[in-house]
């Protein structure tokens, strides 16, 4: 039995996320959706509303689970005999990061292994941050995000 985890902040989650999520539940027996509960870093999105809508907006896909985590990735990664971490790499930005920590947690635990998948084209420049704004200022983002997102962004910003 195989099991990955995507993690993230998803506040909120995206197109763009779900296509790595859908892309890696083809390849694994689980995929495990963990949510970084870091208020530190000011979300839109409480941790219980990125996970209702995570599981909303997953609810199709039979093998995701979604769970939360705070701390060091790895440890969880170890408490939930998790078999290697995913990635999305969108930019060379994306790539400088996802090294840094990839080496890191390589570091801190020399069993985790991180896997990188190649965003899809259509989603390349898609992130939670670039959706919040354009939403901010009435703009459009049919297809960048599930219905479900959008309701919600509508209530936040009403
Ligand atoms: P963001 O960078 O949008 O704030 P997260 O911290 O929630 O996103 O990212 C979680 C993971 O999802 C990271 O590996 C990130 O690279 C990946 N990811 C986010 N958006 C996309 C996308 N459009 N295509 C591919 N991967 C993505």
Redesign the pocket.
Known sequence: MKTAV??????P?????L??IKRTSKMVDKVIVAV?YNPGKNPLFTLEEKIDLLKEATKDIPNVEIDCFSGLLVDYVKQKNIDFI?????AVS?FEY?LQMALMNKKLNHEVETM?????GE?????????KEVWKFDGCIDGLVPEVVKKALHKKFK
């Not at 995507?6 to 506040?11: E, L, T, V, W, Y």
């Not at 995913?86 to 969108?90: A, D, E, F, S, T």
């Not at 990188?116 to 899809?120: A, I, L, W």
């Open positions: 995507c993690p993230g902040s998803f506040d989650v995206t197109n763009g996320h296509d790595i970084l995913v990635k999305g790499l969108r994306d996802e990188f998948m190649m965003t899809s989603y390349s420049y898609l992130s939670s941050s670039i959706v």
